[in-house]
């Protein structure tokens, strides 16, 4: 397996844009959760998904956030309108959950908003 | 959130063990213990999670003391590549949530 893929690597965008990040799990993982890392902050967990499902979204910031996951392969998350303390990396990762193993992280998005 | 607390950061010498201290003192019976790695420009990566018992993978060690209060991250024999911020987590039973504390980095002098 090639491990969780995460597009595009970088992105750069102005205030008030659209900004859609990409995430693919690991095959016959059925959990999925999203995160982001700033300076300031830390790894922060924005939402989870089990079996598609969003189970735990008190993570996320504001309205401006949406996440989805409409199968088992592919999850994006939203950011509308986007603004410059959005500036982060982001990181998908996907698990079996606590009795398989543990997340396996993606390589990131880092998300600069100017 | 589940608290754990960490030293801020700590110093090992290339091929010398190192151990990881990690305090959980009101952690429940349900809570597992994990321990992530993240190294520089890198997304964190898995290396050892437990319950009770002492736990032993090809990346480390994790020693949990008998009342469960502490662990340990045990890495045999440290390289220039465990180099990194390491995080310990505990997740709370019930959960398949992770929450990340701020870690505690790890130098490793050649």
């Known amino acids: 397996d090639a491990g969780v893929i995460q597009s595009p690597r970088h992105e750069v965008t102005e205030m008030g844009q659209e900004v859609t990040l990409r995430c693919k799990p690991i095959?016959?993982?059925?959990?999925l959760f999203w995160y982001r890392q700033t300076m300031m902050r830390g790894l922060e967990l924005l939402i989870y998904f089990n079996n598609n499902v969003p189970i735990d979204d008190s993570g996320m910031p504001e309205d401006r956030f949406s996440a989805k996951m409409p199968n088992a392969s592919f999850s994006t998350l939203k950011i509308q309108p986007s603004e410059p303390r959005d500036s982060a990396v982001y990181f998908c990762a996907s698990s079996l959950g606590r009795h398989g193993g543990g997340y396996i992280f993606g390589s990131g998005t880092r998300l600069t908003v100017v | 959130d589940a608290k754990t607390t960490q030293p801020n950061s700590m110093e090992s010498n290339e091929e010398e063990p190192v151990h990881l201290p990690c305090n959980h003192s009101?952690?429940?019976?349900?809570?597992?213990i994990h321990w992530y790695r993240q190294l520089p420009s890198q997304g964190p990566e898995y290396v050892i999670h437990g319950l009770t018992s002492n736990v032993n993978n090809r990346m480390a060690s994790l020693a949990i003391a008998e009342d469960r209060k502490s662990s340990t991250l045990i890495l045999h024999r440290a390289t220039l590549r465990d180099a990194a911020v390491y995080y310990c987590?505990?997740?709370?039973?019930?959960?398949?949530?992770?929450?990340f504390g701020k870690g505690m980095k790890l130098t490793v002098n050649p």
């Open positions: 987590i505990r997740q709370q039973g019930g959960s398949e949530k992770l929450v």
């Open positions: 009101t952690i429940s019976g349900t809570d597992y």
């Open positions: 095959s016959g993982h059925d959990y």
